[in-house]
């Protein structure tokens, strides 16, 4: 009966590494190397904190999780420049780091031979020396994990999460501050982390390096990747599976020179089949958002702002010996849609990207409201009121049409974590209030009746549309769209040119990038025509158009 219990012990401590372990891999999309480290610093902080300086639980858990959030952000922090392959080589390691710390530092981790005697847990004069009197407490910790990985995932941020998952420069343009969003989502999942390393510590009574290898994160990935990523549920039974599997190929009766590789052979054959047949995992990510609960009113998105001009003075970008965009200078009015055309490699896009700073300027200066902007991030520029989209749309795939928008929307509380777990009130009355925007928003542009499927199921021109959506959910008053009507066909333009008009007859400050010269003479108040980073005319468009010189540059 002890060993069931046991079993029952190590399901609990691994569901609080697989649960942890997904908040990065599943919701945050950040592929870190370093979970059996968080794991093993937790372990130690409480092996040297009890044996040490006699500090008794739940101490030593406290301390560790401070101990090891910190870790946590020190990984994040070169993870704030770099991604993908090289956050897997950071983190990578920092396994290593941490693991030769555990090995040579002998004064204070025992080296080699570990630490012993860590004392037994005690509670109310119950020592908890088996694991039928520790299991309570186990199942206690995984729960409460739980619950804060919980509260966390279906939170506003838990949403822009999933949203900084799928495009870390979609998410910048929305207003959404990814540098936060890395540190704290590090240093949560390695406290979490370490709470599973400090109850290891007190019921094995013994630590070493040997538990806290890169196999052990490998093995943590597992479970997430069999259970499902972006779904808790999912990491509860991926750790149940991969716990209770190996215990349960035990029992086979085999040969003792054979029965630890055929267990092996059976373990990774189960994976994989799994896997093949549902690589998914076994519960797949759903939507957070619950729309069988309708507002019931839909507040008034067309209503009249006070946009100003946005201007751009001696623009000028360098790559190098390259000049992308030389001495332009750009004024985009409010209240009038203004288009940008030219050749292939103008440097159209490039003047968003330096009018919205996603570059910094070689020279000139961006002005909004008599402020400059020049310097500051792509986050803060759009809290100021002006956002962009992309040339290639960028959108959430993995995430609803409504979460599309919502996460756009600026001053969420939900977005605090202190706000989510401390003030859950005013954090669900503004869910509902946002729910009620998006909803008038998905109206304004037409797709509202999709606001429940995924983004990846829409039409090419739905896409489009959601984009309109998504900056309108910014709250911006100067909306900067790069081809946002390119491969519609006439009839669907006809059906979209009224949603930008009635986003210029507003008062918003519009400004399009756009090859289609139909659509720039029958949308556009005026043109600024841009060729080799140079800006050549800003005129009516039907006056740029026939300009012989200007056609002969445009069509060369």
Not at 53 to 81: E, K, N, Q, S
Not at 319 to 330: C, E, T, Y
Request: proline share 4%; glycine share 8%; with cysteine.
């Amino acid at each position: 009966m002890d060993y069931l219990f046991h079993i029952l012990v190590s399901v609990a401590l691994f569901s609080i590494l697989a649960t942890s372990f997904n908040l990065l891999i599943g919701y945050s999309g950040l592929f870190a190397l370093s979970h059996a480290a968080f794991f093993g610093v937790g372990a130690y902080a409480t092996a040297i904190l009890t044996t040490q300086l006699g500090l008794v639980f739940p101490i030593p858990l406290l301390i560790g999780m401070i101990i090891t959030a910190l870790v946590g952000m020190a990984i994040a922090l070169p993870a704030l420049r770099i991604g993908g392959d090289y956050l897997v080589i950071v983190s990578l390691a920092l396994q290593m780091i941490v693991a030769a710390i555990m090995l040579n530092w002998t004064a204070l981790t025992g080296g080699t031979d570990g630490i012993r005697g860590i004392p037994r847990v005690v509670i109310a004069g119950w020592e908890l020396n088996n694991a039928p009197r520790f299991l309570p407490l186990a199942v206690f910790c995984a729960a409460f994990c739980f619950w804060i990985s919980w509260k966390i995932g279906n939170s506003p941020f838990g949403r822009a999460l999933k949203a900084m998952r799928e495009n870390e420069s979609a998410v910048l343009s929305v207003g959404k501050n990814v540098v936060a969003m890395k540190l704290s989502v590090f240093a949560l999942a390695a406290a979490l982390a370490s709470v599973a390393g400090s109850l290891y510590a007190h019921y094995v009574t013994f630590v070493s390096a040997e538990g806290f290898t890169l196999d052990l994160t490998v093995y943590v990935l597992a479970m997430v990747i069999l259970g499902g990523t972006g779904n808790l549920w999912g990491s509860l039974l991926g750790a149940a599976i991969l716990t209770i599997l190996p215990e349960l190929l035990k029992f086979l009766a085999l040969s003792p020179d054979v029965a630890d590789k055929i267990r092996q052979m059976l373990y990774g054959i189960i994976l994989i089949l799994i896997l093949r047949i549902r690589p998914q995992g076994l519960i797949p990510e759903t939507s957070n958002l619950n729309l069988t609960r309708d507002p019931g009113y839909r507040p008034d998105v067309g209503a009249l702002v006070h946009a100003s001009r946005l201007e751009g003075t001696g623009l000028e970008k360098r790559f190098g010996g390259i000049v992308a965009v030389s001495g332009v200078d750009i004024s985009i009015e409010p209240g009038r849609i203004t288009g940008l055309i030219g050749p292939n490699g103008a440097g159209k896009t490039t003047a968003f990207n330096l009018l919205t700073g996603f570059l910094k300027p070689s020279a000139g200066e961006v002005r909004y409201r008599d402020r400059p902007l020049t310097g500051l991030k792509p986050h803060e520029i759009v809290r100021l009121g002006i956002a962009r989209s992309f040339q290639d749309l960028r959108l959430f795939t993995r995430l609803s049409v409504i979460e599309n928008v919502m996460v756009a929307m600026p001053r969420q509380s939900g977005d605090s974590l202190f706000q989510v777990f401390f003030n859950p009130w005013k954090v669900r009355r503004e869910e509902r209030e946002h729910l009620a925007k998006a909803l008038a928003i998905l109206s304004f542009v037409q797709l509202e009746h999709r606001a429940s499927d995924i983004a990846s199921d829409l039409s090419y021109a739905e896409e489009k549309l959601l984009v309109v959506a998504r900056l309108m959910a910014t709250e911006a008053e100067v909306l900067l769209f790069d081809e946002p009507l390119s491969g519609l066909s006439p009839d669907t333009l006809e059906q979209v040119f009224p949603i930008f008009r009635k986003l210029a007859g507003s008062g918003r400050t519009i400004a399009i990038i756009e090859h289609n010269l139909d659509v720039i003479r029958s949308l556009c108040d005026s043109a600024i025509f841009l060729d080799e980073g140079k800006k050549f005319a800003h005129d009516r468009p039907e006056v740029l158009m026939n300009d012989p010189v200007l056609a002969t540059r445009y069509f060369k």
